[in-house]
């Protein structure tokens, strides 16, 4: 059965990005400062963010223009290619039809340098010298270290221990970009220090990692920090997944029922669910799904609260769904969705009952990611292969109740730089990690005195 590919042309890309701040159900709970419990206004972000950024951040814009040097470098890799997976259809002997958006087509081979090419950018037109940042897998590292190449800005990356051993070459890559790559936690900072002191064995954790990239930008006004998913305009920013993948859909002559995308701070999942969630606001029926791995259930076990986007609390405070932000999750393979929070946008979508969340085992994940690989040829990245496994679900799902249903999903990176989770999987060095609700509680014990939003259970 032949592969059916939806291509746009460079001229069919959007010139816009999407802001669904303009189009929520329900209004917002403003961040919160660090020291006062005030709401933030632009001038507590400014140490942290140019102001450029910041106006993004705090937009209620729907429609954001994207300047002409960011559409420039887009057209090295967008359009990504929509897909129908026939192959993987037939091998589930499914009625569904099940299409992907393939974001491994760019350089660093996830969606993540939309925006790290945008933040790159406007730190390089508000006259940033350095950017520093914190990645977990590495996709959002070596995507920064890309584009702040492209930019002439130093990079330096806080990777994750964990996942600084386990994926080497994601480090190589940030290197071969001119980036700066350190295993976090590390000593060259306070925060790093600190939480050495405590557990000089620490694994590290996205929390960890944000608290030493934030203090090293604070401590130089010609350094920013950058962060690759969570925030409003990181959102903004990848909204154009969705909006070519809208088009494609109209070239398929199909349209979803199902949206599902891999969700760990929400950006990838969000960038191709936003512009189909506007539609399901508006009255379309539309099953909207975030995925997440069941030894991180931030949506699934967390709850509605505000919390620090760090482990030191140095950030401001987000209303967002939470698992405290002293938790540390398993070392699983799928190290970008290792994340104690989630983007407070996708978090207000699912109060709001738009987005459904799900948790997944890892064993699943990693076989479906093979189903996949076997069927339709591509190796997935362990973060997407929980999309790849709900989207399985739901085909299977499809199936049993002998009724046609549309499928898309985000193909949000590939796996051939972590092949080593692979390798795990076929000598059964993996396991499923079913959390303790015990760890979960002790770590919202450091969430009873913050602020609490008026929304949540």
């Not at 970009?177 to 405590?198: F, V």
């Not at 909207?288 to 401001?316: H, K, N, W």
């Not at 799928?334 to 064993?363: F, K, W």
Request: a negative charge; one cysteine or more.
């Amino acid at each position: 059965m032949k592969t059916q590919k939806f291509l746009l042309t460079e001229q069919e890309m959007p010139r816009q990005w999407y802001n669904i701040m303009a189009d929520l159900p329900t209004p917002m709970e403003p961040p919160l400062h660090p020291g006062t419990g005030q709401p933030c206004g632009p001038e507590d972000l400014a140490p942290i963010f140019p102001m450029n950024l910041i106006e993004q951040e705090v937009s209620t814009q729907r429609w954001i223009d994207i300047p002409e040097e960011i559409l420039d470098k887009y057209a090295i890799w967008r359009p990504s290619p929509l897909f129908r997976a026939r192959n993987l259809e037939k091998a589930l002997d499914t009625p569904a039809r099940i299409y992907f958006k393939n974001e491994g087509v760019s350089p660093a081979g996830s969606h993540k340098p939309n925006t790290a090419l945008a933040q790159a950018y406007y730190n390089k037109v508000a006259g940033t010298k350095k950017i520093t940042t914190e990645t977990g897998a590495g996709q959002w590292g070596s995507s920064l270290a890309m584009c702040c190449a492209f930019f002439g800005i130093e990079c330096k990356v806080f990777m994750v221990k964990i996942s600084y051993n386990q994926k080497p070459y994601r480090r190589m890559m940030m290197e071969t970009w001119g980036a700066n790559c350190t295993a976090s936690p590390s000593t060259e900072t306070r925060a790093g220090r600190s939480i050495l002191e405590k557990d000089p064995d620490s694994p590290g954790s996205l929390g960890m990692a944000i608290s030493e990239a934030v203090e090293e930008a604070v401590a130089d006004e010609n350094t920013k920090y950058a962060l690759g998913s969570v925030l409003n305009h990181v959102m903004i920013h990848q909204s154009i997944i969705g909006l070519e993948a809208m088009k494609q859909m109209e070239m398929a002559g199909d349209y979803p029922d199902v949206i599902i995308g891999s969700a760990g701070g929400g950006s990838n999942f969000a960038g191709l669910s936003f512009p189909f969630a506007r539609d399901k606001i508006n009255g379309k029926q539309i099953d909207i799904i975030a995925v997440e791995p069941t030894s991180c259930p931030t949506l699934t076990r967390g709850p509605f609260a505000y919390d620090f986007g760090d482990t030191v609390q140095m950030t401001p405070l987000l209303p967002m769904y939470t698992l405290g932000h002293n938790f540390v999750p398993a070392p699983i393979h799928a190290g970008g969705l290792r994340y104690h929070g989630m983007s407070p946008l996708v978090s207000q979508l699912v109060l709001d009952g738009i987005i459904r969340p799900e948790a997944i085992h890892q064993m699943e994940t990693f076989k479906a990611g093979l189903t996949f690989a076997r069927s339709e040829g591509y190796i997935s990245a362990p973060e997407c292969n929980h999309a790849v496994a709900m989207a399985i679900r739901e085909a299977l799902k499809a199936k049993e109740e002998g009724k046609e249903k549309v499928i898309l999903f985000n193909w949000s990176g590939h796996g051939l730089v972590d092949m080593a989770s692979y390798e795990s999987y076929f000598r059964g060095n993996l396991a499923d990690h079913d959390l303790p609700q015990e760890q979960i509680d002790i770590a919202l014990k450091d969430l009873e005195n913050l602020p609490k939003p008026r929304q949540g259970k």
